[in-house]
């Protein structure tokens, strides 16, 4: 198993339920994968964007790190696709730090 960074956004004018729900169903598709979810938190709340996404002018930026098997990368990107309430995420393999040679 490997560490992945998954960020999404979410419409901030989403009620705090709606917020919730969403990133259960995140958490439950990691699981079913098989994955494990090591921290889950919201990272930026009431973001306004660059430019509106479907329309929303702010979002609310979620950060998971979590472990997944790299063949359920595929499945986890498709599943996030068609979740409507998701504007946009990503996922990421972050590098290990390497000890500095004294």
């Given at each position: 198993m490997s560490k992945y960074e998954l960020i999404f956004?979410?419409?901030?004018?989403?009620?705090?339920?709606?917020?919730?729900?969403?990133?259960?169903?995140?958490?439950?598709?990691i699981a079913k994968t098989e994955g494990k979810v090591i921290n889950s938190a919201v990272w930026i709340d009431r973001q306004r964007m660059a430019f509106p996404i479907n329309k929303a002018p702010e979002g609310t930026?979620?950060?998971?790190?979590?472990e997944l098997k790299r063949s359920e990368v595929a499945r986890i990107r498709r599943e996030l696709l068609i979740n409507e309430r998701i504007l946009r995420f990503l996922i990421i393999r972050p590098e290990e730090q390497k000890a500095a040679k004294a």
């Open positions: 956004i979410l419409d901030s004018r989403l009620s705090d339920a709606e917020k919730g729900e969403v990133s259960k169903q995140v958490a439950d598709l930026y979620y950060l998971f790190n979590v």
